[in-house]
């Protein structure tokens, strides 16, 4: 009974979400306007003909600070777990 | 644990792959303000050539030739540059992370034209720079992450 109550909640949060979704029209997005503002001056603004990475590094600087600090932090964490086996290597190295 | 290393064969493709690899991968990072890719994506390609190393060798010859201290002051160095380039912005009188580069006529200071054209290396202001940063920050993360685990091989937990 509750596996059929489930199923049932599942279809319709499902069916309800593609309804809405079957209206959008693919790659047409509802605000275009910081698109177009970035394929036109990306180029002069920032120098660079890429404009994915013109993005990245200029426009979105502080995103890729932060993309860098997670990774730092990542680091940080695997380095925090596996710092007893790390240590054992150094030992067993310089025996 | 001493004769955990593969057969000739692997050892000797791993070698010879690994210039190419490390070819394809500083290449994504700096042609990154021109072409698809850049400074992660490079990073982590130039990882993978070191990654196809200490697959092939054994822990001990890794340890000889890369330490882990290498790889950690790379990734630091990567960061401080990253931040550095950002600060010196608010120096020259921009905002943080400003283009303090671009349209200069000095380093990577050309003009570019407007629309598609192949592009030139010399342009892009500060973003070649900051590519480079990120590239060497990931190939260190990646490397110390991978040399990290890498000490457990062969362990009891």
Redesign the interface.
């Known amino acids: 009974m509750k596996q059929i109550v489930t199923w049932i909640v599942i279809a319709v949060v499902a069916g309800s979400l593609l309804l809405c979704a079957s209206g959008l029209e693919f790659g047409a997005p509802a605000y275009q306007d910081m698109d177009d503002y970035m394929i036109a001056h990306g180029?002069?603004?920032?120098?660079?003909?890429?404009i994915?990475?013109?993005v990245?590094?200029?426009y979105r600087?502080?995103d890729?600070?932060g993309?860098?600090t997670v990774?730092?932090t990542?680091?940080l964490g695997?380095?925090l777990v596996?710092r007893t086996?790390?240590k054992?290597?150094e030992e067993y190295?310089y025996e | 644990m001493k004769n955990m290393n593969m057969s000739n064969l692997v050892r000797t493709s791993a070698g010879l792959l690994m210039p190419f690899v490390l070819v394809f991968g500083f290449y994504i990072v700096i042609h990154?303000?021109?072409?698809?890719g850049?400074?992660?994506q490079g990073g982590a390609v130039i990882a993978t050539a070191f990654v196809l190393l200490f697959v092939a060798h054994s822990r001990e010859t890794i340890?000889e030739r890369i330490s882990?201290g290498f790889m950690k002051n790379t990734?630091t160095l990567g960061?401080m540059l990253?931040?550095l380039t950002?600060l010196i912005a608010l120096g020259v009188g921009l905002a943080?992370?400003g283009?303090w580069l671009?349209?200069t006529g000095g380093l990577?200071?050309?003009?570019?034209?407007?629309?598609i054209?192949p592009?030139d290396l010399n342009?892009?202001?500060?973003?070649p720079i900051?590519?480079v940063a990120?590239g060497l920050?990931?190939l260190g993360?990646m490397s110390?992450?991978i040399l990290?685990?890498l000490?457990?091989i062969g362990?009891e937990a």
């Not at chain 2, 990154?32 to 698809?36: A, F, N, R, V």
């Not at chain 2, 990577?108 to 629309?115: D, I, N």
């Open positions: 180029q002069e603004e920032t120098g660079g003909n890429n994915v990475t013109d990245v590094f200029d600087g502080f890729t600070l993309e860098a990774l730092f990542a680091v695997i380095g596996l086996l790390a054992e290597d190295e | 990154g303000h021109l072409t698809p850049g400074g992660f340890r882990l990734e960061l990253f931040i950002a943080f992370f283009n671009v349209g990577f200071g050309t003009p570019v034209a407007f629309g054209n592009g342009t892009g202001g500060v973003i900051m590519n990120v920050e990931v993360a110390v992450i990290a685990m000490s457990g362990r």
